[in-house]
């Protein structure tokens, strides 16, 4: 049976990853930690080692149940997984947001001003005053002693417990809509009620992500469960496709993150 023929073709070199990931603790019966996964990436990793030998299993975990992006463990069925196998760090930090306004893109680019690279970096919290990364531990120390200021605003990050992490105000807004079709331009269209032109154009331009990756190809089909954002717009989801309707278009429930 071809794997990939259930996937996507631009999604092949990820699971090459898991599938190399699942041979390696498959052969030395050792766990293998990965970095910091989104959504989808964690969404195949589960399908793959679903379809690996049952002696094997998948945790994952990100700072607390609510988190997007997580680490991923595949280990034997015997290993035992805790919270410190996963190897995460909450750093946290303050600033005066009466005189300063930051925002998640803020502490992103400040983070990777750092040279470091994205998937070392899991969720980031950045409301009333307070900032919070989750980062993988081996590279805390570093950020600890560099990552000094975002933005205008200047910032001292200390090490705190994952039992310290607050609960993010964000919520996704569900909504139902009827589309001819699950194109890309088409859900753009629908969920930021824009024209099809408009959609069209800003898909063109580079500026929609599906599943984190630019998606510059209008005809480009989604799928149930697919993430999406438009710069300058935000995020959102294809939380389900419903239905059929008589006249042959589709129902989808779509969700927007305030």
């Known amino acids: 049976m ?11 070199p990820f699971i090459n990853h898991v599938l190399s990931w699942i041979r390696d603790v498959e052969m030395t019966y050792q766990p293998k930690l990965t ?16 379809t690996s030998l049952e002696d094997l299993k998948v945790s994952k975990h990100g700072g607390d149940q609510s988190a997007e992006r997580k680490r991923i463990m ?27 306004s930051l925002t998640h893109r803020d502490v992103m680019g400040a983070f990777l001003s750092l040279g470091i690279k994205r998937k070392k970096l899991g969720d980031i919290i950045v409301e009333d005053g307070l900032v919070q990364i989750i980062a993988a531990d081996e590279i805390a120390p570093y950020v600890l002693a560099n990552l000094t200021t975002v933005k205008k605003a200047s910032i001292r990050l200390e090490s705190k417990p994952l039992s ?5 105000k964000a919520s996704w807004v569900e909504t139902d809509h009827i589309i001819s079709s699950l194109r890309l331009d088409t859900v753009v269209k629908a969920i930021y009620k824009l024209s099809r032109k408009n959609a069209a154009a800003m898909i063109e331009k580079g500026m929609v992500k599906v599943n984190h990756q630019v998606a510059d190809d209008k005809k480009f089909t989604l799928e149930e469960g697919d993430l999406l954002s438009l710069r300058g717009k935000g995020r959102s989801k294809l939380a389900a496709i419903n239905a059929r309707t008589k006249k042959d278009n589709i129902s989808i429930t779509a969700a927007v993150l305030k």
């Not at 071809?2 to 092949?12: A, L, T, V, W």
């Open 164 to 168: 310290a992490l607050v609960e993010s």
């Open 74 to 100: 595949i280990a034997p069925m015997y290993e035992q997984i805790t919270e410190d196998s996963f190897q995460l760090r909450l750093l946290q930090g303050s600033y005066h947001d009466k005189f300063v």
């Open 35 to 50: 970095d910091f996964l989104n959504p989808r990436e964690q969404q195949i990793a589960d399908m793959l080692a679903g």
């Open 2 to 12: 071809d794997i990939y023929q259930h996937f996507r073709k631009e999604e092949q």
